[in-house]
C-alpha cells in the first residue's frame, strides 16, 4: 500500500515537471548518508569535472550545457515523495532523510562557458561545497554536459566540412529519447547549425524550426507535378520540393521546374529550392543544377539529406558537387561515430577544520586515469601578434601567470617537448557560476554562445582543426602542480605507469 502511494505521488509529479533532484546514482545517496554517519556531511570538498579523450579522435570538443546545469542546481531539493521513497528503502538513517528536507545548494561553482573550445584532462567545471551537495551533483552534471558537448562537437566538425555552407539538424526522430532530441538541438545550434527540425526546440531555446515535405505529402497527391503545385501555392516564398519520391532526374526536377514556373515566376519569386534524399547526391546535385540553371532558375537552391555526417560531405564536396545546404540527423544528434563523451567527475582536494587546502590524487595503472589534485585554475594563452590560442596552462589556484614575461611550456605527457611562449596575452577560462550557492554569473543567450563558439574556433590553428591526425594542442601543467602529482605520487611508492608488484 505504501508502495503504491509513493508511485502515485511520483506519477503526478511527472504529470507536473518531475524533480531532477533524485536523477542521481543510487550510490550519491548511499555516501551522503555515510557522510553523515561519519561526521562529514559538512567537509568542504572540490571535485572536478574533466574529459579524457576527444570524440573521433579530433583535436578539441566544444562544451556545452552549463545553462541546464545552473537550473538543475537552482532546482535542488527533496520533496516529501523523494523522503517517503528513500525512507521505504530501509536503509537511510532518519537523520539523513532530516538533513534532506532542508537541503539546498550552498557551495561554489567554476565552469568554462558553453561553447569555448576544450581539451582532454583540463578542468571544465570546478565544485568546492560540503561533501553530500558536491556528491550530489555528480550524475547530472556529467549526463548534461556529456550529452551536449558530444552533439555540440559533432556539429561543428559537420559544419566545418560543409566550408560555409548551411547545416540543418534533422535527427529528432533518431535521437535518444525526448531529451536527446530538444537539448541536443541546441547543442547541435551551439556546434553550428543553422537550425532543427525539432520545433519545440524553437520556443523553448530558440533554435529556428526548419522544414517542408516529406514523400508522404508527394504520395498524397495523383501526380508529382500537382503535390510540388499546391506546396508552391501554400508556401510560395519558402517552396523547397522533395524531388526524389519517384525518379529524381526523369520526373523530380523536371516537375519541379515546372512548379516553380507556373507558380513562383508569375509573382516574380526567385527564391526556391529542392531537396534529395537518395541516390547518388554528387551526380544527381550536378545534373539538377544543370537543368535549374538551363531553366532559367539560378536561385534554386539544392539540398541534400540522408544519413550525413563529416566525412561524407567533405567527399561530396571534393567530388564537385553542387550542393548550397544540408539536412543531418542521426549520425549528428547520437554522434554515431563517437557515441561516447567521457566527462568524470573527480575529487581533488578537501578542507581541513582550519580551512586548509588538502590535495587528493586518484591513481591508477592506467596513466591517462591518474588524476590532477588540488584546487585549481586554467589559463589559455594567445598570441598577441596573430590573436590565435597558442596553448592552455593549468596551475594552482593561488599560482599567478605573469604574460608581460616569456614562460616555458611543454606537453604533460612528453616532457621533452618544450614550447617558449613570448608575446602572449593569458585569459582565465574559468568563470565563476555560484558563490556561497547564489548565481553570480549572466547566462549568455544562445546567440551569444553561438558567436562565442565561431569566435574561439576562429582563434584555433587549421592544423588542430583538422580531423584527421590533428596536430597536438599543448596542455601544460605549472612546475608547482607537476611537482605536487609528482611528490603525491612517489609518496603512495608509484610513478606513472609502474605496475604494483602482485
Known amino acids: ?38 561526521g562529514m556531511a559538512d567537509r568542504i570538498c572540490y571535485f572536478d569535472l574533466f574529459f579524457r ?38 536503509i537511510f538513517s532518519e537523520a539523513f532523510l532530516d ?19 576544450i581539451f582532454p584532462r583540463e578542468p571544465v567545471i570546478t565544485v568546492r561545497a560540503p561533501a553530500v551537495q558536491a556528491q550530489l551533483l555528480e550524475t547530472y552534471l556529467l549526463l548534461e ?17 560543409a566550408e560555409g555552407r548551411a547545416v540543418m539538424e534533422f535527427g529528432s526522430r533518431r535521437a535518444q529519447g525526448i531529451a536527446g532530441a530538444v537539448v541536443g538541438a541546441r547543442a547541435a545550434y551551439i556546434g553550428g547549425c543553422c537550425g532543427t527540425a525539432c520545433t519545440v526546440s524553437d520556443p523553448l531555446y530558440g533554435v ?22 499546391s506546396y508552391c501555392r501554400s508556401y510560395p516564398t519558402n517552396a523547397v520540393l522533395l524531388v ?21 515566376r508569375p509573382l ?26 538551363e531553366a532559367g532558375w539560378p536561385g534554386c537552391r539544392i539540398t541534400v539529406s540522408n544519413s550525413l555526417d563529416e566525412w561524407l560531405i567533405a567527399d561530396l564536396l571534393r567530388q564537385g558537387a553542387k550542393i548550397d545546404s544540408f539536412g543531418v540527423g542521426e549520425r549528428l544528434i547520437t554522434s554515431k561515430s563517437s557515441p561516447v ?22 591513481i591508477s595503472e592506467n596513466v591517462g586515469k591518474i588524476t590532477n589534485p588540488g584546487f585549481k585554475k586554467l589559463y589559455r594563452f594567445y598570441s598577441r601578434e596573430s590573436g590565435m590560442a597558442e596553448a592552455d596552462y593549468i596551475c594552482l589556484r593561488h599560482e599567478r601567470v605573469d604574460d608581460t614575461r616569456p614562460l616555458e611550456i611543454c606537453d604533460p605527457e612528453a616532457r621533452w617537448k618544450r614550447k617558449l611562449m613570448e608575446n602572449f596575452t593569458a585569459r582565465e577560462l574559468l568563470e565563476p557560476i555560484f558563490l556561497g550557492g547564489e548565481l553570480v554569473y549572466r547566462l549568455p543567450t544562445l546567440e551569444e554562445i553561438r558567436a562565442r563558439c565561431a569566435a574561439e574556433l576562429a582563434a584555433l590553428w587549421p592544423e588542430v582543426k583538422r580531423f584527421e591526425n590533428p596536430h597536438g594542442y599543448y596542455v601544460d601543467l605549472s612546475e608547482e602542480l607537476m611537482s605536487l602529482k609528482d611528490a603525491m605520487l612517489a609518496a603512495r611508492g608509484r610513478a606513472p605507469g609502474k605496475e604494483e608488484k602482485r
Open 1 to 38: 500500500m505504501r508502495a503504491n502511494k509513493i508511485k502515485e505521488a511520483y506519477a503526478l509529479k511527472s504529470a507536473n515537471g518531475i524533480n531532477l533532484t533524485m536523477l542521481c546514482d543510487f550510490y550519491e545517496l548511499t555516501m551522503g548518508n555515510g557522510y553523515l554517519d561519519a
Open 53 to 90: 579523450d576527444v570524440p573521433d579522435s579530433g583535436g578539441f570538443a566544444i562544451a556545452a550545457g552549463l545553462e541546464q546545469i545552473v537550473d538543475y542546481i537552482q532546482k535542488l531539493h527533496f520533496g516529501p515523495e523523494d523522503i517517503d521513497y528513500l525512507r521505504s528503502r530501509g
Open 99 to 117: 538533513y534532506l528536507k532542508n537541503f539546498r545548494f550552498t557551495g561554489d561553482v567554476w565552469a568554462v562557458p558553453e561553447g569555448t573550445p
Open 145 to 161: 554536459f556529456n550529452h551536449q558537448s558530444l552533439v555540440a562537437t559533432k556539429a561543428s566538425r559537420v559544419c566545418r566540412a
Open 208 to 229: 529556428k524550426a526548419l522544414g517542408t515535405m516529406a514523400h508522404s505529402w508527394v504520395q498524397m497527391f495523383p501526380s508529382e507535378y500537382e503535390a510540388f503545385v
Open 244 to 264: 526524389d519520391t519517384y525518379d529524381s532526374l526523369r520526373s523530380g526536377v523536371p516537375n519541379a521546374i515546372r512548379a516553380f514556373n507556373e507558380v513562383l
Open 268 to 293: 516574380g519569386i526567385t527564391s526556391c529550392g529542392i531537396r534529395f534524399d537518395s541516390g547518388d547526391m554528387a551526380y544527381l546535385t550536378k545534373q539538377a543544377r544543370r537543368m535549374l540553371d
Open 341 to 362: 563523451f567521457g566527462g568524470v567527475y573527480k575529487l581533488c582536494a578537501v578542507e581541513d577544520e582550519e580551512g586548509a587546502v588538502i590535495p587528493k590524487i586518484k
